[in-house]
Nanobody, 121 residues
Framework: VQLQASGGGLVQAGGSLRLSCAFS????????MAWFRQAPEKDREFVAA????????RYGDSVKGRFTISRDNAKNMLYLQMNSLRPEDTALYYC???????????????WGQGTQVTVSS
């Protein structure tokens, strides 16, 4: 399995970004998917997760109401729409794939390389 995250960049506070994650190598629809983020000197933080069908989603408390996770199983793509961005959202964002829907990184066994999101105040 290979995961390729993209879409990060520099944005002003209050702005929006859409992250994408391209999945290849196995049947995408058989995996639960998630986004995590990690800021310098901080632990990896759960952002959002989505079920195999896309019907169930979960969000970390800090992003609820601002971020939306989605997937397109026909295109093998995972997305994260990020609105109302804040400086504290600045981090390296990773997409991950795994066998369960959970908010702990240990539940995911496939990881992408990360894409940097920087939010200026």
């Amino acid at each position: 399995v290979q995961l390729q995250a993209s879409g990060g960049g520099l944005v002003q506070a209050g702005g929006s970004l859409r992250l994408s994650c391209a999945f290849s190598g196995r049947d995408f629809s058989m995996y639960f998917m998630a986004w995590f983020r990690q800021a310098p000197e901080k632990d990896r933080e759960f952002v959002a997760a989505i079920s195999k069908s896309g019907r169930e989603t979960r969000y970390g408390d800090s992003v609820k109401g601002r971020f939306t996770i989605s997937r397109d199983n026909a295109k093998n793509m995972l997305y994260l729409q990020m609105n109302s961005l804040r400086p504290e959202d600045t981090a390296l964002y990773y997409c991950a794939a795994g066998p369960v829907l959970y908010d702990d990184p240990v539940a995911y066994n496939q990881w992408g390389q990360g894409t940097q999101v920087t939010v200026s105040s």
